[in-house]
């Protein structure tokens, strides 16, 4: 009888255990569920931000190195609070902070699209601009021809409208804040979120899970890629100006399409996002708190109320107290070899992929002539779906072969180095410069430049009166491109009428071109077969590249708080965050755009008659620069990664002597008092057995 009683109250008791188990278990789904969902909201907004780098660029008529500098406030925001974010973050409702987080990181996205809604409309020909109440905005002068095309690109009254409001040059400033406060909310996302998922994941299962975290969080960048590839098909203004009347395609270097749309809809996103996490638990384990005896409970209960009397008599004492647990746990890591060279390590690989991310887009259309919506979709339907197949895949490693701290260091030093031999052939695959006449040839065509800074004029244009500072490039049908027809030597045109051609190019027939046929169209040449051809050859190494880089992320992320306590993994995240943007994210979009404006070879300028954003860059000087210094911080990363793994074996070698010199110690100690009791012990050997 009394073990049936036994049994019933063994089962009563069970029931609620398993109750609450499952609570927990189901606690668990629905914060990995709602992380996984601020991580693409979060992914969302960073390739919004990074595909539109270029359109930014055209419509606030900035530089490169400038558009770095908006770029960068996105880590600026995040120097503010990570670091307290991630100390006390973590003695806080984490999820209530994320949700926080989302709400302020979607506020910042569409701050950032707000200058469209007062900037006035824009006019991508401020070169020849004139009087707004004329009925054109700009005109394309021809050689040894008084009267001008007219060749209307928004009606009179639009022109007035944006002709006000061009003396706002500072806009990009809301941009730039922004960015910044969407670095702000995006801030406790990641070291809480992480640390909560890896409080509360199964023993072994942290990683896994991370791997899955980061391969379904590549659905924000394919979303954001796809929308940004719709948005930038469309005029900036589309809505308000009449599209038949826009006589540029998405092609042209001066279009910019509808990057505001990016933005509002990223940040709506990212507030619908926050919404999950107001109702998560700050502890999953709680109930098995509960569950302690009841001694234990009472003396903890004591030592709690014992604590908070003393903390509210004395309120400066626990703030001493924070900040001096703050200064011990910094001290600790900072100490800690293994998570240092990690640290430098990262921020050399995470400084080369910053860098190349924010001018990927740049890049591409660039180098290969593909236009922005060209681009994204192509990032999209390659580059992202890899990506999360190799993060996946590594997860799923890292758990089938259970890695060890330095396994998971040699094979990410493994997939590092090969795909590092992959991005070596990106060297091999620069295109040519275009064939420009006054910037890479002469006038007539005939020859090269050995500058492109004040090309002579030539017989064929000499006498056009042509203005230099022109941006309306037109392709002659020698494969040439021409800066404007006037300096082509184009006598007339085709008005008003799609496609526009000019005729009696006296600079194309100076070339000797055999067809007879002296005309041009207005827009740049395409580019030529073999530069195609090397096109399809880039996105198949870029393919193998981001694959095995991301096959490594995994592990590397693993080495960034398996080499800390346990309970600083939150503290050494957030730490490592601190400086991968302090020293990573904000001055690497910076330098990077510095030389690559260094290879800009025709400025555009602004209505206030400075530089503006670049129209045509040196082809070679720019790829050589941008993979050069991208392969120069990845082979410092991959020297450290050597010098991580002899760190790791020489620490554990140490372990095992140490190890050993114990074993014999108590050994030794034994035999000493087995013989005072009288007895006798067979001789130790080495390895601690006893021979028989």
Partial sequence: MMDQNQHLNNSTEAQPSRKRKTKCCNGFKLFFAALTLSFICKALNAVIMKSSITQIERRFDITS?????????????????????????????????????????????????????????????????????ENSTSSLSTCLMDQTLLLNTTSPEIVGQGHEKESVSYAWIY?????????????????????????????????????????????????????????????????????????????????????????????????????????????????????????????????????????????????TEHITGLIQSLKSILTNPLYMIVLFLTWLQISSFIGAFTYAFKYVEQQYGQSASETNMLFGMTAIPTISIGMFTGGYITKKF??????????????????????????????????????????????????????????????????????????????????????????????????????????????GFQNGNNSAHLGECPRDDKCKRKFYFYLAVQTMYHFFTALGGASTFMLIFKNVQPELKSLAVGF???????????????????????????????????????????????????????????????????????????????????ASENGKKAMNEANLESLNDGHSVPPARADGETHF
Avoid at 461 to 488: F, H, M, R
Avoid at 591 to 607: E, H, P, Q, T, V
């Fill in 175 to 319: 941009v730039l804040m922004g960015n910044m406060l969407r670095g702000i909310g995006e801030t406790p996302i990641g070291p809480l979120g992480i640390s909560y998922l890896d409080d509360f994941a199964k023993e072994g299962h942290s990683s896994f899970y991370l791997g899955s975290l980061n391969a379904m969080a590549m659905a924000g960048p394919v979303t954001g890629l796809l929308l940004a590839s719709q948005f930038a098909k469309m005029w900036v203004d589309i809505g308000y100006v009449d599209l038949r009347s826009i006589r540029i395609t998405p092609s042209d270097s001066r279009w910019v399409g509808a990057w505001w749309l990016g933005f509002l809809v990223a940040g709506l996103l990212s507030i619908i996002s926050s919404i999950p996490f107001f109702f998560l638990p700050s502890s999953l384990d709680k109930p098995q708190k509960e569950r302690k005896v009841s001694i234990s409970s009472h003396l903890l209960k004591t030592n709690e109320e014992k604590s908070q009397t003393t903390n509210l008599t004395n309120p400066r004492q626990k703030l």
């Fill in 576 to 658: 490592h965050a601190l400086t991968i943007r302090a020293l990573g994210g904000i001055p690497a979009p910076i330098y990077f755009g510095a030389l690559i404006d260094r290879a800009c070879m025709k400025w555009s300028i602004n209505s206030h008659g400075k530089r503006g954003s670049c129209r045509i860059y040196n082809s070679i000087l720019y790829g050589y620069t941008y993979w050069g210094l991208m392969d120069s911080l990845k082979f410092a990363a991959l020297i450290l990664y050597v010098v991580l793994i002899f760190t790791m074996k020489k620490k554990l070698q140490g372990k095992d002597t140490k």
């Fill in 65 to 133: 190195s400038v558009v770095g500098l908006i770029d960068g406030s996105f880590e600026m925001g995040n120097l503010f609070v990570i670091v307290f974010v991630s100390y006390f973050g973590s003695k806080l409702h984490r999820p209530k902070i994320i949700g926080i987080g989302c709400l302020i990181m979607g506020t910042g996205s569409i701050l950032t699209a707000l200058p469209h809604f007062f900037m006035g409309y824009y006019r991508y020909s401020k070169e020849t601009l004139v009087n707004p109440s």
């Fill in 402 to 511: 259970k890695f060890t701290l330095l396994g998971f260091a040699k094979f990410s030093f493994a997939t590092s180095l090969v795909s590092f031999s992959f991005h070596l052939l990106n060297f091999a695959l620069v295109c040519e410069s275009k064939p420009v006449a006054g910037l890479t040839l002469t006038y007539d065509g005939n020859n090269p430049v050995a500058s492109h800074i004040n090309v002579p004029l030539s017989y064929c244009n000499s006498d056009c009166n042509c203005d230099k500072n022109q941006w309306e490039p037109v392709c002659g049908y020698n494969g040439i491109t021409y800066v404007s027809p006037c300096l082509a030597g184009c006598n007339s045109s085709s008005g008003n009428k799609k496609p526009i051609v000019f005729y009696n190019c006296s600079c194309v027939e100076a070339t």
